[in-house]
């Protein structure tokens, strides 16, 4: 430990000194990843090998002076290039958003006044603070140390703390993990130690998410399935005498509009826009994974205290060892307030009670701060439960201040979440010393610190922990020289103080719809088993006679762990191994925390969350954070994850099925005296129109009304999976049989049937587009931008045997309008089957 202040430096940079130096110096920032060109974006949509494969029979149409077809294709290749590049450009933008909302940030003093940052602000000169789980910003010269210690595992791989005095040097990058520091910046951004080594890092962007990962291997199967159908086709043709050209551009048509080339910009917007909402919810996701795993979470690891309950800490009873028990009353944290006795009679502070309290006073780190204009009432500063402490001294007839400069403190042990306990040496008014250790009743009132604790008083502990109270025991001694705060023993037991922090009122409500969403929510604590136990049953998921895992009866490990939803006396580093034994069972788990020791479990959980008002590191270390800190913006966001999931898939069926459409009216036209029931133009038109704009309309459409009452899906399970795939093929199917029927008629009717085909083809993919759409929750609007997109898709393609100027392009004949009305009522029949068939079964065709 050291303490040293220097007169320099105390008022900080002015505004002014630090606007000009961050104008001459930059950023405190690792260079970004470069931002892509509109030239290398554009360059990446040509280099697609579908879209190469159409440039490649451009030429031959050019070359053929085919000019129509070459006018379509390339209007094709425009249009997706442009759909592409503004997609990604969109999806950039959000995600450039959300960085900025989870940018991580700094405490310095400006003008004299503290101040909290975005780090990327903090220049050379300024004067930073550092606290526990703050990340150091820059490198800093440290000025004021006291009990510092940093990790510097970003530097070094080295994670064990170091501890550091005034004098020395601390690195960007590195994380405080006790104590608090002060320190004047001298190197910032890339010339920091973290930029030295983040140049390297900074530049490479995330990879695919593992969704984008499948479906970029689902794209592959379909393109390579869709070039062996085409190939059929091809022979087909030729087989039956058409030109081989004609046919090879036909096929090459077909694949392209078979395989729904439009997939990864769909799924990197529907994530993206996803996470725009979530952050809208008050969630926000620091990687686009985390938006869809978040859709199959299984089980939801929560801490206790300010996530589950209030964080209102106050004392409610108190024990004194003489046996005299009292209720303690009192508006939160203001030390006003009365006791009642055990006759629930108002009661003055006996001696015995006024000791206990100046005990628990004097062993603790935290003070409340009287109301002001900004908060209209008392307000604890420290950890809350020492500040409840401190409030209930005040209650009992106790000057917080005069005590503790009356009891100055000589020497401690601070609280230590593996002793559970906390120790401190005062001078005594009347010469001497007094030691004070408060701390969990097992930790405390145990040999050889506590010899013979008085028999009643463990169980007396654990009658208050399992009505759902935190429970400290406090001992004490007096000694005439000051004790080593780590050797002193027999100390004397002086009472038990029990705090409680009520649950949030909506807490149990967050559980039960955990519940019916088929996720477990599941109970961590450092608190004692019967005090988890009793806010477990508050929260419905713990009953009488249920287990608990016991973090200090050993190793958590999957078969402890078992379907347990509480585990008591755990430590943050046991957090690591329940994740692990969690996942092991097949767990996707989300799991919340907020302080330094949580990080490594963050990382390690399928959704890490942290608290908004949590440490930087843990905030750092989260894929999701709560800007509220309230759980239930968790089962938000796992809303808005399963709802991108089921528009993804919601896309696939539509585009999939309209290509299987194509290729079988293809495949099985030349044996219904159909030869070619499509030109190249015309599949590539359909293409055009039903692909681009109405897919990625689909990707915006709402949640369904049960997306929260059916259980997560699998992540083992395909994007394909659960009937996905025989709903494309049937529905494909459908189409197809209806378009080829409608050709049929046509024909006996002696009616251009290609036309008809095409007419029936394009309005029907769009029919099912409409049908696949979200079942409207009750006062909620529809997508519109689906409905507008569908409407004018459907239009353009009336126009394309309408117009003339279009006709000739496409090769198609004119339709009456009867004609075309009766195509239309043909078209809508998959789009109603579909429905139908979703209305007798889950009640969404995509769900
Ligand atoms: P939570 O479920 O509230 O988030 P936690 O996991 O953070 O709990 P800790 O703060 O580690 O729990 O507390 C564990 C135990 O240590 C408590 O039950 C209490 O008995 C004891 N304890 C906590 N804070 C202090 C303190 N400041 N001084 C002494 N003992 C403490």
Avoid at 215 to 233: E, I
Avoid at 606 to 634: F, H
């Amino acid at each position: 430990m050291a303490t040293t202040t220097t007169s320099a430096a105390v008022a900080g940079l002015t505004a002014q000194q630090a606007a000009s130096r961050l104008r001459i110096d930059g950023p405190n920032a690792v260079a970004a990843p470069p931002r892509r060109h509109l030239v290398t974006r554009v360059a990446h949509q040509l280099t697609d090998p579908l879209v190469a494969l159409l440039v490649a029979a451009a030429v031959v149409t050019t070359v053929l002076g085919d000019l129509p077809d070459t006018a379509v294709i390339l209007l094709v290749v425009v249009v997706n290039t442009v759909i592409g590049v503004s997609q990604e450009v969109r999806a950039d933008a959000a995600i450039a958003a959300l960085d900025q909302m989870t940018a991580p940030t700094a405490r310095v003093v400006r003008d004299a006044r503290h101040l909290v940052i975005p780090a990327a602000e903090v220049v050379q000169d300024d004067l930073v603070h550092l606290e526990p789980g703050d990340v150091v910003p820059a490198d800093l010269r440290l000025h004021e140390t006291h009990r510092f210690q940093v990790d510097e595992a970003a530097l070094t791989g080295e994670s064990v703390p170091v501890a550091r005095d005034a004098g020395a040097d601390v690195y960007a990058g590195t994380v405080v993990v006790t104590g608090r520091a002060a320190g004047t910046v001298v190197r910032t951004g890339s010339a920091s130690a973290l930029g030295r080594i983040a140049t390297l890092v900074a530049t490479t962007r995330p990879g695919p998410t593992p969704l984008q990962r499948r479906l970029a291997g689902l794209g592959r199967a379909l393109g390579l399935t869709a070039v062996a159908l085409s190939t059929v086709v091809f022979a087909i043709g030729v087989a039956g005498g058409r030109p081989v050209i004609e046919m090879a551009i036909t096929a090459v048509s077909l694949v392209v509009a078979a395989v729904p080339e439009s997939l990864p910009a769909v799924v990197t917007l529907a994530l993206a826009l996803g996470a725009r909402r979530m952050a809208g919810a008050r969630a926000i996701p620091r990687r686009l994974h985390a938006v869809e795993t978040l859709g199959s979470v299984t089980l939801v690891a929560s801490d206790k205290t300010g996530t589950l309950t209030e964080g209102r800490m106050a004392v409610q009873r108190a024990i004194t060892v003489q046996g005299g028990t009292y209720r303690v009353n009192g508006s939160g944290y203001s030390p006003a307030g009365d006791l009642l006795d055990e006759a629930e009679q108002p009661s003055a502070a006996p001696a015995a009670l006024r000791e206990l309290a100046r005990a628990v006073l004097l062993c603790n780190d935290a003070t409340i701060a009287s109301p002001d204009a900004e908060h209209p009432q008392w307000m604890p500063v420290g950890d809350p439960m020492e500040a409840a402490l401190v409030a209930f001294a005040g209650r009992c007839g106790l000057d917080p201040d005069a005590e503790r400069t009356a009891w100055p403190r000589v020497a401690e042990l601070p609280f230590d979440q593996q002793t559970r306990r906390m120790t401190t040496v005062h001078r005594r008014p009347d010469g001497g010393y007094l030691v004070v250790c408060k701390g969990a009743p097992e930790s405390v009132l145990t040999a050889p610190l506590v010899d013979s604790p008085p028999s009643g008083m463990l169980a007396e502990a654990h009658r208050m922990a399992a009505s759902g109270l935190r429970v400290l025991a406090v001992a004490t001694a007096r000694y005439d020289a000051a004790p080593d705060p780590w050797a002193v023993r027999d100390l004397r037991p002086a009472g038990l103080v029990a705090v409680g922090d009520p649950l949030r009122a909506q807490a149990p409500h967050i559980a039960a719809a955990f519940d019916d969403a088929g996720i477990h929510l599941v109970l961590i604590t450092g608190d004692h088993p019967a005090t988890a136990a009793a806010i477990g049953e508050q929260l419905g998921i713990w009953h009488d006679g249920d287990g608990l895992v016991q973090g200090d009866e050993g190793a958590v490990t999957a078969n402890g762990v078992g379907d347990q939803r509480v585990f008591a006396r755990i430590q943050p580093e046991q957090k690591l191994d329940i994740v692990a034994a969690l996942q092991e069972r097949g767990h996707v788990v989300a799991m919340t925390g907020d302080g330094v020791n949580d990080a490594p479990a963050l990382r390690r959980a399928d959704i890490g969350v942290a608290m908004g008002g949590g440490t930087e590191v843990a905030r750092q270390a989260a894929d999701l954070v709560l800007v509220d800190d309230n759980l239930a913006t968790v089962g938000t966001a796992v809303a808005e994850g399963r709802r991108i999931y089921d528009n993804i898939r919601r896309f696939l069926r539509y585009a999939l099925a309209g290509g299987a459409a194509e290729i079988l009216v293809m495949l099985a036209g030349p044996f219904l005296g159909l030869p070619v029931p499509l030109l190249p133009a015309q599949i590539l038109w359909v293409n055009l129109l039903t692909h681009g704009v109405p897919g990625v309309a689909l990707g915006a459409e709402p949640a369904e009304p049960g997306t929260m009452h059916r259980p997560p899906r699998s992540p083992q399970e395909s994007v394909l999976g659960a009937g996905l795939l025989r709903g494309v093929l049937l529905t494909g199917a459908l189409l197809a049989a209806v378009v080829l029927g409608a050709a049929v008629t046509a024909d006996a009717l002696g009616r251009p049937w290609q036309s008809v085909a095409f007419v029936v083809l394009g309005l029907g993919q769009l029919g099912i587009a409409l049908a696949v759409r979200a079942t409207p929750r009750p006062g909620r609007g529809r997508n519109h931008a689906l409905t507008v997109a569908v409407a004018v898709s459907a239009l353009l393609q009336l126009a394309a045997v309408l117009v003339p100027p279009l006709r000739d392009l496409l090769g198609t004949e004119y339709l009456s309008a009867a004609e075309l009305a009766t195509c239309a009522a043909v078209a809508t029949l998959p789009g109603l089957a579909v429905r139908l068939a979703a209305r007798k079964g889950r009640g969404t065709p995509n769900a």
